[in-house]
């Protein structure tokens, strides 16, 4: 009997210790490794103007190369634009930008100019961009882009813009260990085309295989009323709504496998004295596949 109850007793220590187990998750890709990054953004902004109701339909989609040149505790990747492309859809017209597709539409050629562009970055294991180089290139490559096009593009390209996206990419990762079923937060701020600022909560749901699996809720808000300039016309945005999904990504190295993650917001919009409801929904969805 005494040998039993030990046992038991043995057996209930070690099933409280695997349960007990913290994670350490960070950023730690071997130096030369490649991942090919998805980014699929599905965008649809409703807005009220003199009672009638105006949809605009976006979708997005980037492939970018990350190349891991220096591994270590400030890492380097080289990003490299392998495909962009956009599809846009507002009052019964339609309008469609490719990095694969010919001059022929002109609306190609700000895309195709920045097909297969370089930009550097120094990462720290926390998932903090410490430097970019490279962005301002991106710009000089839109010779033939007109003003306004040059302007709406620098969401993606501007230097700030593209530390943003990168910091907010690997914002998933805690500061410090944690268990399944640990939650933490992480907050950041997008500055354009408006300033955005999201504060997540992440819960660690399990790890299986090498994989953890991650939830997110968030809340999202403009804080008040943002400008924004579009065409040349300045506007302001109030905007505030939640953010929920989720992501996986490599226990061992902290690279992202994927993430599905939706965006609601509602608010108005000031423009030229005249103030307009509107609603946004986002869906973003990113798959990371390593070469």
Same mark, same amino acid.
């Given at each position: 009997?005494?040998?039993?109850?030990?046992c038991a007793a043995f057996a209930?220590?070690?099933?409280?210790?695997?349960?007990?187990?913290?994670?350490?998750?960070?950023?730690?890709?071997?130096?030369?490794?490649?991942?090919?990054?998805?980014?699929?953004?599905?965008?649809?902004?409703?807005?009220?103007?003199?009672?009638?109701?105006?949809?605009?339909?976006?979708?997005? /989609? =980037?492939?970018? #190369?990350?190349? =891991?040149?220096?591994?270590?505790?400030?890492?380097?990747?080289?990003?490299?634009?392998?495909?962009?492309?956009?599809?846009?859809?507002?009052?019964?017209?339609?309008?469609?930008?490719?990095?694969?597709?010919?001059?022929?539409?002109?609306?190609?050629? %700000?895309?195709?100019?920045?097909?297969?562009?370089?930009?550097?970055?120094?990462? &720290?294991?926390?998932?903090?961009? =410490?430097?970019?180089?490279?962005?301002?290139?991106?710009?000089?490559?839109? &010779?033939?882009?007109?003003?306004?096009?040059?302007?709406?593009?620098? &969401?993606?390209?501007?230097?700030?813009?593209?530390?943003?996206?990168?910091?907010?990419?690997?914002?998933?990762?805690?500061?410090?260990?944690?268990?399944?079923?640990? %939650?933490?937060?992480?907050?950041?701020?997008?500055?354009?085309?408006?300033?955005?600022?999201? /504060?997540?909560?992440?819960?660690l749901v399990k790890v299986e295989?090498?994989?953890?699996?991650?939830?997110?809720?968030?809340?999202?808000? &403009?804080?008040?009323?943002?400008?924004?300039?579009?065409?040349?016309?300045?506007?302001?945005?109030? #905007?505030?709504?939640?953010?929920?999904?989720?992501?996986?990504?490599?226990? /061992?190295?902290?690279?992202? %496998? %994927?993430?599905?993650?939706?965006?609601?917001?509602?608010?108005?919009?000031?423009?030229?004295?005249?103030?307009?409801?509107?609603?946004?929904?986002?869906?973003?969805?990113?798959?990371?596949?390593?070469?």
């Amino acid at each position: 009997m005494k040998k039993i109850f030990l046992c038991a007793a043995f057996a209930v220590i070690v099933f409280n210790g695997l349960a007990q187990k913290a994670y350490s998750f960070q950023l730690k890709p071997r130096q030369n490794e490649k991942y090919d990054a998805i980014t699929n953004i599905k965008s649809t902004i409703k807005q009220s103007m003199m009672g009638q109701e105006m949809v605009i339909d976006m979708a997005y /989609n =980037i492939d970018m #190369l990350y190349d =891991i040149q220096k591994a270590g505790e400030n890492m380097l990747f080289t990003s490299t634009y392998k495909k962009l492309a956009m599809d846009m859809a507002m009052m019964g017209q339609n309008i469609k930008m490719s990095s694969e597709e010919d001059d022929s539409n002109p609306a190609n050629k %700000s895309f195709r100019a920045l097909k297969d562009a370089k930009v550097s970055m120094t990462v &720290t294991p926390d998932g903090k961009v =410490i430097d970019v180089k490279g962005a301002e290139d991106l710009v000089n490559r839109l &010779t033939d882009a007109s003003p306004a096009e040059k302007e709406g593009l620098k &969401t993606f390209i501007g230097k700030e813009n593209i530390k943003n996206a990168m910091e907010q990419t690997f914002s998933y990762l805690p500061a410090k260990p944690v268990k399944v079923g640990d %939650s933490w937060t992480s907050l950041f701020s997008i500055e354009s085309p408006y300033k955005l600022s999201s /504060n997540n909560t992440y819960k660690l749901v399990k790890v299986e295989n090498g994989l953890a699996y991650v939830d997110v809720t968030g809340t999202l808000t &403009t804080n008040g009323a943002q400008k924004m300039v579009s065409n040349g016309m300045e506007m302001l945005i109030d #905007l505030s709504g939640i953010q929920t999904g989720s992501m996986v990504f490599d226990e /061992n190295n902290g690279m992202i %496998s %994927s993430s599905d993650l939706v965006q609601s917001m509602k608010g108005k919009m000031e423009v030229m004295g005249q103030e307009v409801p509107m609603e946004v929904k986002n869906d973003t969805n990113v798959k990371m596949i390593k070469k």
